[in-house]
């Protein structure tokens, strides 16, 4: 969706746990999706993406699922840290040389 | 391997000054992208570009912001005269292909007082 900016959702979970953060996306055109983490003080890094032909992807303790009917978007972290505390952005593009356009954003907040 | 590299890091100055941020991309990306990230309005694609020629620049707020990339590794986000209004964290970003994940860098922090 739009990134708008205004008041982040927090999810607070103990470390260990899984996670799950959740993205609404706007444009039934987007062909391809990116999950971003953002740390206080740097610039957002990439964690996964995955393209409209799966419905999903696993990386490194992360699982990103797409559900294309009901445009959702959704990041599994498996046995959440301290270290994954952060900002969290999901973005979505439609092809060619569509602009990729970012989420509000979810905090997560992991408490040893 | 060295990132996208942006300088510089925090940058402080009077409204009416010419302000400019600077971005090396990562070797071999050939498209690039300038955010700019408030409170209020989260990151927004300012001006991107392809193979060193601007793309889509419609997110540019209005003309005292001018971007250029006059080589495949540097481009520059100039803003004359700067307000107080443009005070933000500015984000370069590079990728290999224009649908292939975007690489940032740690951004430029700018107060315009």
């Known amino acids: 969706g739009e990134s708008v900016g205004l008041h982040l959702p927090t999810l607070s979970v103990q470390e260990g746990d899984n996670s799950i953060i959740n993205c609404a996306y706007s444009n039934s055109a987007s062909d391809y999706f990116i999950w971003y983490k953002q740390e206080s003080g740097k610039g957002p890094q990439f964690i996964i993406d995955?393209?409209?032909?799966?419905d999903k992807r696993q990386g490194q303790r992360v699982t990103v699922l797409l559900n294309k009917t009901v445009k959702h978007l959704s990041l599994q972290i498996a046995a959440t840290q301290p270290g994954d505390s952060a900002v969290y952005f999901c973005?979505?593009?439609?092809?060619?040389?569509?602009?990729?356009?970012f989420g509000t954003g979810t905090r997560l907040l992991v408490s040893p | 391997d060295a990132g996208v590299i942006q300088s510089p890091r925090h940058e402080v100055t009077e409204m009416g000054q010419e302000v400019t941020l600077r971005c090396k991309p990562i070797s071999g990306h050939n498209s690039l992208f300038w955010y700019r990230q408030t409170m209020m309005r989260g990151l927004e694609l300012l001006i991107y570009f392809n193979n060193n020629v601007p793309i889509d620049d419609s997110g540019m707020p209005e003309d005292r912001f001018s971007a250029k990339m006059p080589n495949a590794s540097f481009s520059t986000l100039k803003i004359q005269p700067s307000e107080p209004r443009d005070s933000a964290v500015y984000f370069c970003?590079?990728?290999?292909?224009?649908?292939?994940?975007?690489?940032f860098g740690d951004g430029t922090r700018l107060s315009i007082l």
């Open positions: 970003a590079s990728s290999v292909g224009i649908n292939q994940p975007q690489h």
């Open positions: 995955i393209r409209s032909n799966m």
């Open positions: 973005a979505e593009k439609g092809a060619g040389f569509q602009k990729l356009v």
